[in-house]
């Protein structure tokens, strides 16, 4: 029954193509089918549509076992052009010698490529996935390659994946520029363990930061709230009644040190929508700060107590 109203739709839509008036061709007319179309070669008005009424194949496994993908690799450098008979992409004609010269250059290009330069490739490609995912700014992106290449440069990538060492670029590019995240999100957006992270962020903070002479910036409370609030879509009053919430409990004796900045922005952010009838629920607040409810708990009843 669905072919049949295949076969009706594709008939009905081929009869209203044809209904319009058939354009005049030359008095010599070349009818080649081309792209779905048959045009003439010698005056280009276009004849007809041709519309395929075979059915769709799917391939099955043995096929697919001995299937080769012949589509080329296209990489971010050296050239990308792939000329098919002896003209470029705008139907010009190519000389036997400027033919023979961009093949030689071409070759002379892919032998010139080592590992350094693959290793690269592949990272940038990485990089623009994660900038579309997590709408990173283009500066992050640029300070995250530059920390990148000088780990590659310094064979650090060998016996650790090029997703590891990208992520905890990423993270020390992050915290240089001041813009908090949550390491569950990278962890998750390169699809690595938090063991891999560590160990990557391990053996860059050891031997890649005395290189570079950068100051981290360890992010506190205040820094968290400004990324919840929004995800969260409180009004700007509850952002500022949270940050004066915080600074108050330090001035009575909150501990801050030693204990994780995403559990007492959330309890702050929780308090102050409670008390300015915003809610959101304890489970709500924590999957997006990324804690446990028992962490808010204990952050909330510390709060309490001091204010």
Same mark, same amino acid.
């Given at each position: ?20 008036e ?12 081309s792209?779905? @179309? ?8 276009i004849?007809s ?6 059915p ?6 043995g096929e ?9 690799v ?9 000329i098919?008979?002896?003209s470029?992409?705008?139907?010009n004609? &190519? ?6 010269n @961009? ?7 892919r032998?010139l ?6 290793? &690269? ?10 900038k579309?995912?997590l709408n990173?700014?283009? @500066?992050?992106i ?6 990148y290449i ?12 090029i997703n ?8 020390f590019?992050?915290?240089?520029h ?8 990278l962890?998750?957006?390169?699809? =690595?363990s938090?063991k ?5 962020y ?9 290189v570079?002479?950068?100051r &981290?910036h360890n992010f506190?409370p205040?820094?968290y ?7 969260l879509?409180?009004?700007l009053?509850s ?6 919430? =915080?600074?108050?409990s330090?001035m009575?004796?909150l ?5 994780d900045p995403?559990?007492i922005a959330?309890a702050?952010?929780? @308090?102050?929508?409670?008390?300015n ?13 990324n804690i446990?409810?028992i ?6 009843k510390?709060i309490?107590?001091?204010?």
């Amino acid at each position: 029954m669905i072919k049949i109203i295949q076969l009706i739709t594709r008939n009905n839509y081929n009869r209203a193509f044809l209904k319009k008036e058939e354009p005049k061709c030359c008095s010599n007319p070349n009818i080649i089918s081309s792209n779905g @179309y048959e045009v003439c070669t010698n005056c280009g008005i276009i004849q007809s549509r041709i519309i395929s009424n075979k059915p769709d194949r799917k391939m099955y496994f043995g096929e697919k076992k001995n299937f080769i993908n012949f589509e080329p690799v296209r990489s971010p450098f050296g050239p990308r052009t792939i000329i098919k008979g002896n003209s470029d992409g705008k139907g010009n004609f &190519l000389t036997p010698i400027a033919l023979r010269n @961009y093949k030689r250059l071409s070759k002379i290009n892919r032998g010139l490529v080592n590992g350094l330069e693959r290793n &690269l490739w592949i990272a940038i490609s990485k990089l623009d996935q994660i900038k579309t995912h997590l709408n990173l700014p283009k @500066y992050i992106i640029e300070s995250t390659f530059r920390i990148y290449i000088i780990a590659a440069k310094a064979k650090l990538t060998k016996g650790r994946t090029i997703n590891g060492i990208l992520c905890a670029s990423l993270y020390f590019a992050l915290k240089r520029h001041k813009i908090p995240i949550i390491i569950g999100e990278l962890v998750s957006a390169f699809q =690595i363990s938090k063991k891999m992270f560590v160990s990557c962020y391990n053996i860059l903070f050891a031997k890649i930061l005395p290189v570079l002479n950068i100051r &981290l910036h360890n992010f506190t409370p205040q820094d968290y709230i400004d990324k919840f609030y929004d995800e969260l879509d409180l009004s700007l009053n509850s952002r500022n009644n949270a940050i004066k919430i =915080i600074k108050e409990s330090k001035m009575k004796g909150l501990v801050t040190s030693g204990r994780d900045p995403k559990g007492i922005a959330a309890a702050s952010l929780y @308090y102050v929508s409670k008390k300015n009838g915003e809610f959101r629920t304890q489970k709500h607040i924590c999957k997006i700060a990324n804690i446990s409810e028992i962490t808010l708990r204990t952050r909330l009843k510390e709060i309490n107590s001091l204010i």
